[in-house]
């Protein structure tokens, strides 16, 4: 335990409350969280055993009413994120959300004023950002290492479909998943984008076509500042998680690839084969999601900007309106008629 | 020099019609070129005298006036194909011809109908579809070895932009560069495109720009069978001729890499490195040139269908056509809008 | 803090010694460090003060006279390793000793009698058979996965030469760096060796030479199994450190490669290249150095065998002075010959 | 047809034998094989006929007879290479020579004693270092792109082993195979071998020890210059032909890899795999063959040295008994005394 620590509460345990929770109990020694809400008191009572955080409640409002608690970390529902935004802001608490703030820009721009009004910090939680292969593209764009970037692929692709129930309450492809893709476009960059175009099919599971959401999609992107990109998504590459980049500058190239559990290749009398990917992001991001804990912790301890603002929270959501009304209209739409 | 060989006029004596010299004359056994027709005299001598061809001439006619030719390897202007192809076709020359027919479909047409009325045989110079690595793409796709197809990606970099004179003259870059992408695109997935949206931009080099092109760009391709399709172009790698393909399919994925000198992988204090890729189309794609020219052939000699059509030839225009179309509408363009 | 939880010592703050304190107090929840030893007082507690360790003491008979302390991690010099054991055998603790035990069989056998008398378990820091790579390897040996092996060779070259200083005591190159390999081909193998042939020069720095120690060399390796292995060394490989494995057998082959920091592959007109491996063993075996302990720890408290024990500690120093005595005579000599 | 062309003669129309003749009748332009003789006359009249070679005979003495032929290439078998290496050179021809030149030192240096009375070319068919992969190898060294060079690992395994009777008048692994690598060794870093450490077994099919051969070895060669190498054989690698280097040297390392039909990297539910390396040398080396027949024919017309001299012939043969040697006897032998 460190002379300065941060005193932490945890808002919903499901799976990647419970990530987080690892991290901040185990890997990040200034944390100390000291309460864990689920509204499954089984599912908080379960995290708050397995990690020792000394008190668990079903009402994540008892963790915004300890007045020793400094920041919440909100896991809960994608639903429930601005409302507790809002109310965390009001407690005067620093706030780490993870993506997407909300579905709609409404709820959104009210949760960022709160935030604004109480002057408190506040992170989302696009993590990949943290990790070190695209921190090594990013690095090369900002230092000109491959001159001024021309055209940008970003292939991201999930090894499996979520159940149906998630993708229902999802939001869609564009807001669930595309959204990860739409910032590492702007955070790789380093520039806004001016207007999108989309195309989507139902091409993994008729079912997620029933559920009135696309399985596989590509988006292209028209940045300010001249640059072309482009995101391509699945809901399924069945050799697991896909999640590269590729950036031709006007000086070179730059590509990343996927994670592997090991460096071997093995040759029999058939092929020269390795093991798959890292199987999905639990395994890929293991790292950035930790680092991003750490850079959240850091950023109050030391009293310094979030490396991941409310604005870049919001941004993508916009990006993902305008891919949807572009995949009903088949023309580009411009960010500025969304918002 | 087998018992059966087939007599050959070569039309256009420049790089590619050299580069087909060498292996007409060298390297297909079956093939005995007899004349070359270049505008240039001095063009026409010197590669009769490099690749023993017995005559030249400046009069691509005398070439079809000749009796004992049976067929004819265009490598002419884009400008004077269709001419030539017609021409070809009512003296009863089979032929063989490079991409593209040319600029508009109505001469296209013109052509493509005195070849069906003269019965010979005409061959479009994609020789790509003969190239090792796309032809194991194709293979994958047409053996079910990735399931059904999802999502294609063609990457296509020049290594340099060509002279702005040629670029005046070209047809502008979705005619004269994308035009193999879009024939490959066919190919690989082995079915139609409905419907093309692009976008381009001048980055390479403005005096482009001025010349009423486009450098850079990126066509996103709608097939009948739903496959989403994209291609990334651009003038200029400084790194060397970038031509790989990414196939994402049902039960797996496909992806091509750039052929390379040698492969040696150096290590420094500095990094680990290879040299740079081959450096453009005469280089990467030797072999493929090769294998375009015995099959057309071996076409002749065996009486079998040609392996890429004049169908073949007209269709990338088509789509290119539409891809314009789309750069300036900023929507989704149907072919059908085209022709 | 888990309700079960072993309590530990730790003699020696250098290097090593604070990266397993690291490992020990912050990633491996089931252990307590509570007291640190150094010769050296200020080491001793500048590591308490970093990992919170509540006590630290020059002499490290305090740690094995404190009856809480359940198990000593042994990390000092290693002239000094043999003696620590015995007393610590004698003290009742369970212990882990950094590689290698001793640099003479006698000061070996008399350690491990004394463990074996006491009853205590031992595990040797070998921790390259903890890290992902050379699992997967021993994994396709032991599966059948290339069927049986022939030919194994073990690549291992460190980054930079250390201190002249350090190499005066280190035993030299064998005993020092080329153990580590002699303990892998046997955890690979699965089997013992029967006899070794050496080659080894003064090709990195002429000071290593007049230190008399080698830098460069080349061991075979004949396997009472029948296989073949080499393994080479080298004390500077200026891209850092290289440590691979190749093994070829009945059904195929596998290989290793380097770990890197990243993935990123950047192409300008020069080369394609990619950022240097990591750089030493602290980078590289991080997540090995952590398992080794865990799985040390595990082994206590669960009272399970140690993953390396005693007599794997003691081969590799009969392999060491095999190759010793080979490199002189200039023939092939027998383990037997040895001991 | 050249002004200026070879006139050569083929004796020995095996598969080897049949490869040159393809290359020297359709690729090497200025070459004109006019006669092919073989002790199966049917083999001899094959080959005149698949490559159009005007006449054929089973003596390769009438070859020798011809006066216009100023050249003879020799694929008969090993045991009559010396003999006719001789004929030829008292006959003023020209003389390539497959490798081995004979399986003795006497009858070698007989062989080139009437080689340089004759004062004709002799050239030895070491044609790995005309591989464009071992040639940039050669040039890092040279250009000392990696420093000097320190530790040298030669792989060399066959897709799978020659029939029985090919063994039983092979020579032996050493003298048959090993043979390609030892030249390889100097070749690559253009110095002398002093000394040869051996030890082999009978690892891949237990019918070679039968015929007193082993099947698997690994042989560390000691240079002059101080550079230590390493050679590892296998009759057997069942992904295919596995040639690749690794040279480590004092500014950095080099290291080549197989060649593949294509760059396909194909992921599944299983693995990410590719298809297995070219099969064997004649697919390997088709370049390489061809490189060294022109470099051959090239060196008669312009009158300038062969790239690999009867010297260069004879010290693998050399190396190769004193391997044998040191097989059997355990020790380190030096080249010195063999010969």
Same mark, same amino acid.
Not at 10 to 15: E, T, V, Y
Not at 143 to 164: F, Q
Not at 198 to 220: F, K, W
């Given at each position: 335990?460190?002379?300065?620590?941060?005193?932490?509460?945890?808002?919903?345990? *499901?799976? #990647? =409350?419970?990530? !987080?929770?690892? %991290?901040?109990?185990?890997?990040? $020694?200034?944390?100390?969280?000291?309460?864990?809400?689920?509204?499954?008191?089984?599912?908080?009572?379960?995290?708050?055993?397995?990690?020792?955080?000394?008190?668990?409640?079903?009402?994540?409002?008892?963790?915004?009413?300890?007045?020793?608690?400094?920041?919440?970390?909100?896991?809960?529902?994608?639903?429930?994120?601005?409302?507790?935004?809002?109310?965390?802001?009001?407690?005067?608490?620093?706030?780490?959300?993870?993506?997407?703030?909300?579905?709609?820009?409404?709820?959104?721009?009210?949760?960022?004023?709160?935030?604004?009004?109480?002057?408190?910090?506040?992170?989302?939680?696009?993590?990949?950002?943290?990790?070190?292969?695209?921190?090594?593209?990013?690095?090369?764009?900002?230092? *000109?290492? #491959? =001159?001024?970037? !021309?055209?940008? %692929?970003?292939?991201?692709?999930? $090894?499996?479909?979520?159940?149906?129930?998630?993708?229902?309450?999802?939001?869609?492809?564009?807001?669930?998943?595309?959204?990860?893709?739409?910032?590492?476009?702007?955070?790789?960059?380093?520039?806004?984008?001016?207007?999108?175009?989309?195309?989507?099919?139902?091409?993994?599971?008729?079912?997620?076509?029933?559920?009135?959401?696309?399985?596989?999609?590509?988006?292209?992107?028209?940045?300010?500042?001249?640059?072309?990109?482009?995101?391509?998504?699945?809901?399924?590459?069945?050799?697991?998680?896909?999640?590269?980049?590729?950036?031709?500058?006007?000086?070179?190239?730059?590509?990343?690839?996927?994670?592997?559990?090991?460096?071997?290749?093995?040759?029999?009398?058939?092929?020269?084969?390795?093991?798959?990917?890292?199987?999905?992001?639990?395994?890929?991001?293991?790292?950035?999601?930790?680092?991003?804990?750490?850079?959240?912790?850091?950023?109050?301890?030391?009293?310094?900007?979030?490396?991941?603002?409310?604005?870049?929270?919001?941004?993508?959501?916009?990006?993902?309106?305008?891919?949807?009304?572009?995949?009903?209209?088949?023309?580009?739409?411009?960010?500025?008629?969304?918002?």
């Amino acid at each position: 335990m460190l002379a300065q620590s941060l005193k932490l509460g945890l808002i919903g345990a *499901g799976r #990647i =409350g419970n990530l !987080h929770a690892g %991290h901040l109990t185990v890997r990040v $020694p200034s944390a100390d969280v000291i309460m864990v809400a689920d509204v499954y008191e089984d599912a908080a009572s379960k995290c708050a055993e397995r990690y020792a955080i000394p008190s668990f409640t079903r009402d994540y409002r008892e963790v915004l009413a300890q007045t020793d608690i400094q920041a919440v970390v909100i896991c809960s529902s994608t639903a429930s994120h601005a409302r507790i935004i809002e109310e965390a802001a009001q407690a005067g608490k620093h706030i780490f959300c993870e993506k997407p703030i909300a579905l709609d820009l409404a709820s959104i721009d009210r949760a960022l004023a709160a935030v604004e009004r109480a002057g408190v910090k506040l992170q989302i939680g696009f993590n990949r950002r943290f990790d070190a292969n695209y921190r090594r593209v990013r690095q090369a764009v900002a230092e *000109g290492e #491959i =001159g001024r970037p !021309h055209l940008l %692929h970003i292939i991201s692709y999930d $090894p499996a479909p979520p159940p149906l129930e998630y993708i229902r309450v999802s939001g869609g492809l564009f807001l669930d998943m595309t959204i990860h893709d739409f910032d590492m476009a702007r955070f790789l960059i380093g520039g806004e984008v001016d207007g999108v175009f989309a195309m989507a099919g139902v091409m993994v599971d008729p079912a997620i076509g029933t559920a009135d959401d696309v399985d596989t999609a590509q988006v292209m992107l028209q940045f300010s500042n001249g640059v072309l990109g482009m995101i391509s998504n699945s809901r399924q590459a069945v050799y697991g998680y896909d999640q590269r980049v590729e950036l031709l500058g006007s000086a070179g190239a730059i590509s990343i690839g996927n994670a592997y559990p090991n460096t071997a290749i093995i040759s029999d009398s058939h092929s020269t084969r390795r093991d798959l990917p890292l199987h999905f992001f639990i395994e890929r991001y293991t790292e950035s999601f930790l680092s991003e804990m750490t850079a959240f912790v850091d950023a109050i301890l030391c009293n310094v900007p979030v490396p991941v603002t409310g604005h870049d929270g919001r941004i993508p959501v916009v990006m993902a309106l305008a891919a949807e009304k572009s995949l009903v209209e088949r023309r580009l739409v411009r960010l500025s008629e969304i918002a």
